[in-house]
């Protein structure tokens, strides 16, 4: 347990003691107000590139279960808590959140006062940030470092190199199935999950696959996943999308699959100051003013003033800050939302 810094790129510094890998991380700093979920957050692909700052105080109580992991691997680049617990001989052979990051190379820092850290994200906006061990620290190089680092194109790191299929349950949708073509720009795999327990069967398609490839399998619809970091780096996916949306074949976007459908269809989307990340944020649908609490995990959103009317029309906003939450578009089966409606908290 040695004496760490994280420094952020506006020069604040925060003290805590090392858990984790023993080295240093260089990442955007980002908090999530969830009260649980650690493990389901680090294994997020909308996470890559980005150190989790979490505003519950105490983390690693319930331990790790394999099976709660949203990917194959974890993406998160650190993990920020005020108080770790270590577990030991737990009865329902939980892991320890300290061992599961030592294993995956993610260093942690503990002990820091989260809530001064939050509060100055929230106030100053997301920025970069960097864990590094207190003895030696050399302050004038490390802001170099954290003004030179840029997260750029995540999504062509966590996205699937090749075509997957993923059969629907057994006994969902009393035995009618139906085939989703899902493409994966960081996907979750409890979007999978969710699709396999309603009857479909679904294949998992690159982010950069070619909008005829996926229309020559004549699958019953399209799914665009969440994913990380800016939606304008996908921009060579944005032909493909266009022409899906374009197909006539049903299509539904998360996240960041709905801000590249607005984005396809000629709307804009801009930076937020420090993102939507948690599982409590409240959405209004317009047609029904019924609100949904619900989980989100992103640092950009659609222009409202961008959004064509002839084209689409906003059917969701966030109570929060007023941000959109949810488009349609009336000529064609398309309709995006921004938050995860597979985390249903």
């Known amino acids: 347990m040695r004496k760490a810094y994280l420094l952020l790129q506006d020069g604040t510094v925060f003290e805590g003691t090392r858990f984790g890998a023993d080295r240093d991380a260089l990442c955007e700093m980002v908090f999530n107000t969830g009260l649980t979920g650690y493990h389901e957050l680090l294994t997020d ?10 505003a ?37 052979e939980a892991g320890a959140l300290e061992t599961y990051l030592l294993e995956h190379d993610i260093p942690g820092l503990t002990g820091v006062d989260t809530r001064g850290l939050i509060l100055r994200l929230r106030s100053s906006g997301t920025m970069n940030g960097l864990i590094a061990d207190a003895e030696g620290f050399d302050r004038e190089n490390a802001l170099a470092r954290l003004a030179a680092h840029t997260n750029v194109h995540p999504v062509a790191r966590v996205s699937c190199r090749e075509t997957s299929f993923h059969p629907a349950d057994a006994d969902a949708a009393g035995g009618r199935r139906y085939q989703v073509a899902l493409v994966d720009l960081g996907l979750k795999r409890g979007i999978i999950r969710s699709l396999n327990a309603s009857g479909c069967d679904v294949t998992v398609y690159p982010w950069d696959t070619p909008a005829a490839d996926i229309l020559a399998a004549h699958s019953d619809g399209v799914v665009l996943s969440n994913g990380p970091g800016d939606p304008k780096d996908c921009a060579p996916a944005l032909p493909h999308i266009r022409t899906l949306t374009e197909s006539g074949v049903p299509l539904f976007a998360i996240c960041l699959g709905h801000q590249l459908v607005a984005l396809a269809t000629g709307a804009d989307t801009y930076k937020l100051k420090f993102g939507h990340r948690g599982c409590n944020h409240p959405v209004r649908e317009l047609a029904t003013g019924r609100v949904a609490i619900t989980s989100q995990n ?27 939450e949810g488009l349609a578009y009336p ?12 985390g249903s908290p």
């Not at 692909?45 to 979490?54: D, E, H, L, T």
């Not at 000529?331 to 597979?342: L, S």
């Open 331 to 342: 000529d064609r089966p398309v309709f995006t939302v921004q938050y995860h409606p597979e």
């Open 56 to 92: 519950s105080p105490i983390m690693g109580n319930y331990g790790v279960f394999a099976d709660h992991a949203e990917s194959w691997r974890p993406w998160a680049e650190a993990l920020i808590v005020r108080d770790l617990t270590r577990l030991e001989d737990d009865a329902r």
């Open 298 to 324: 992103h640092g950009y959103a659609v222009d409202a003033d961008s959004v064509d009317t002839r084209i689409a029309m906003v059917t969701h906003v966030n109570l929060n800050d007023g941000t959109v």
């Open 45 to 54: 692909a909308s996470y890559a590139g980005q150190g989790i700052v979490m």
